[in-house]
């Protein structure tokens, strides 16, 4: 079991920008697939990104062009930058390990485990 841990979380303004990471434990950290997840009050938790042991990236919709996903494998460490925040990126974000890379699709939340505890995004208008 993977033990992770996210933090950067904060409050900004709206078209600010804030960078997450999420700190992996163990070994084997560059053989897993990864993805950031959030859950706003009242909302399902939904997946925003994604991204593959070769550091290919999948995103949602609606954070594509605005959230990068990246990671540092000598670190252990999985980053979201997040540029041009609006009001509805309020939430809490996760970071989880996908139980198998080959596992599809990316966005489904039960291909997951390992999550971490998460940390609180807020962003005003």
């Known amino acids: 079991q993977v033990q992770l841990v996210e933090s950067g979380g904060g409050s900004v303004e709206t078209g600010g920008s804030l960078r997450l990471s999420c700190a992996a434990s163990g070994s084997g950290f560059s053989r897993f697939c990864m993805g950031w997840f959030r859950q706003a009050p009242g909302k399902e938790r939904e997946a925003i990104t994604y991204i593959d042991t070769n550091g290919s990236p999948n995103y949602a919709d609606d954070v594509k062009g605005r959230f990068a996903i990246s990671r540092d494998n000598a670190k252990n460490v999985l980053y979201l930058q997040m540029n041009s925040l609006r009001p509805e990126d309020t939430a809490m974000y996760y970071c989880?390990?996908?139980?198998?890379?080959?596992?599809?699709?990316?966005?489904?939340?039960?291909?997951?485990?390992?999550w971490g505890q998460g940390t609180q995004v807020t962003v005003s208008s």
């Open positions: 989880a390990k996908k139980k198998f890379c080959f596992l599809v699709p990316w966005t489904t939340l039960s291909n997951y485990a390992d």
